[in-house]
């Protein structure tokens, strides 16, 4: 009977994330109230009390059920170092556009982590959270543009942190503009085209 109860217990606090999640997504952070989740889930204002302190904790365990995509892209990308740079470098892309483009539940959280939360008091956590992926992800890039450029003797024609922060611009470039027009093109493979031009024009050939 313990056993059981205790499953039911995970299982609704699975419904109420579930449902912060679809709720936060589609009414923005600020005006998604505890009600409406609860409503969504099926359950009980109490249900979300028992599980939870309040709607920031609440929100702060929905982001902590996935890894964002520059998250995956860094643990990627760090755990490939046996791989040549530029291929590493090339991998990266389909890791993080694929990530984004297959799984609509990490599209969905990453969405509402950049455009519905007020980056404010107790939630001012997600943009640290941001700000160290990011900063992981320039990192890596600089590295292995550093290290291709070091292997295929090639002179890039502007500094590395430079040429890292164009790279991950046409990153940016590509989700925003993906994101927010509802998906009106091929992100994976568009991503890849685009990068392989970049990094042609970088002076790269394979």
């Known amino acids: 009977m313990a056993r059981r109860t205790k499953d039911d217990a995970d299982a ?10 679809r709720v936060f997504h589609d009414k923005g952070v600020a ?9 969504a889930a099926g359950a009980t204002r109490g249900a979300i009390y028992w599980h939870f302190k309040d709607k920031v904790d609440l929100f702060n365990a929905m982001m902590d059920r996935v890894t964002l995509p520059l998250e995956l892209a860094c643990n990627a990308g760090e755990a490939a170092c046996a791989t040549a740079p530029l291929q590493r470098l090339r991998a990266l892309v389909d890791h993080l556009l694929g990530s984004i483009e297959s799984d ?5 959280v990453f969405e509402i982590a950049m455009y519905r939360v007020e980056y404010v008091s107790e939630l001012s956590s997600v943009r640290e959270r941001h700000r160290d992926s990011q900063a992981r992800f320039h990192a890596l890039l600089a590295r292995d543009l550093e290290a291709a450029a070091r292997e295929a003797a090639v002179s890039l024609p502007l500094d590395v942190p430079a040429a890292a922060t164009g790279l991950w611009a046409l990153f940016d470039g590509l989700l925003q503009t993906w994101i927010l027009n509802g998906a009106p ?3 994976r493979a568009t991503g890849r085209q685009v990068v392989d031009v970049y990094l042609r024009g970088l002076g790269f050939r394979w």
């Open 104 to 108: 609509e539940h990490t599209r969905r």
């Open 31 to 39: 005006r998604a109230s505890l009600s409406e989740i609860a409503q």
């Open 185 to 187: 093109f091929a992100l």
């Open 12 to 21: 609704t606090r699975h419904r109420l994330l579930d449902a912060a999640e």
